[in-house]
């Protein structure tokens, strides 16, 4: 069965630099959301989008934004990138909003911030 | 304020043998609950939902119980095999809005 796809699976960049995230939904799937694990920590959730609009919002800072697309796939973009950037984003995908959905989550992309 | 905690952060045991995890959760009034377990620098994998409205799920050697007035739910794992060594997070939602909020984790060694 079709799983989450995540691109880049790693990325390396350095400070004040930008990155991009894709995510590309289990087919069907309309719910995106996207989740920071630091080293050793739990995952964080940041933002969450359903039908292409902005449907819930975590810890995510200023400096980030996302967006998801008419083909439902969803893209992280992160600016002026910090040392403490430096994480496991995941993004995890349902059919349906809310959180009486199961979600599935992609392996991750580890960005690291040098 | 809304936090999961669970304890052990680490557990080891001997294969074979049947164990406890537990997650606990401030504020009853949550939406539903999720188990996950995530091998190392792995992504996440979901092992069992359980909504508010029910009391536990299973699925071959996992049983996940969920008590909403104590504020806990746990997960029992069944014949414990090498292979079930991982980190089991829970998540869980309450009612205001989409995201989960998860615990720290469960670090299980099983020992062959």
């Known amino acids: 069965a079709a799983g989450v796809i995540q691109s880049p699976r790693h990325l390396i960049k350095e400070k004040r630099e930008t990155a991009t995230l894709k995510c590309y939904p289990i087919?069907?799937?309309?719910?995106v959301y996207w989740y920071q694990q630091g080293p050793g920590q739990d995952p964080q959730f940041l933002i969450s989008f359903y039908e292409k609009m902005q449907s819930d919002k975590g810890s995510i800072p200023d400096r980030f934004s996302a967006q998801q697309f008419s083909d439902y796939h969803s893209e992280l973009n992160m600016s002026s990138l910090e040392l403490g950037d430096s994480a496991l984003y995941f993004c995890?995908?349902?059919?349906?909003?809310?959180?009486?959905?199961?979600?599935?989550f992609g392996p991750g992309t580890r960005l690291t911030v040098t | 304020k809304q936090e999961v905690t669970q304890i052990p952060a680490a557990l080891s045991v001997p294969e074979g043998e049947n164990l406890v995890l537990n997650c606990s959760f401030t504020?009853?009034?949550?939406?539903?609950l999720q188990w996950f377990r995530q091998d190392p620098g792995k992504g996440l994998t979901s092992l069992l939902l359980i909504q508010s409205s029910q009391r536990e799920q299973t699925s071959g050697r996992l049983n996940a119980s969920l008590d909403k007035s104590s504020g806990r739910s746990t997960l029992y794992i069944a014949a414990s095999q090498p292979g079930d060594s991982a980190t089991y997070l829970c998540?869980?939602?309450?009612?205001?809005?989409?995201?989960?909020?998860f615990g720290t984790g469960t670090s299980l060694t099983v020992i062959p």
């Open positions: 504020d009853s009034a949550i939406y539903n």
């Open positions: 087919p069907r799937h309309d719910t």
């Open positions: 995890a995908s349902s059919l349906g909003s809310g959180s009486f959905y199961e979600q599935y």
């Open positions: 998540a869980v939602s309450w009612n205001t809005g989409n995201q989960f909020y």
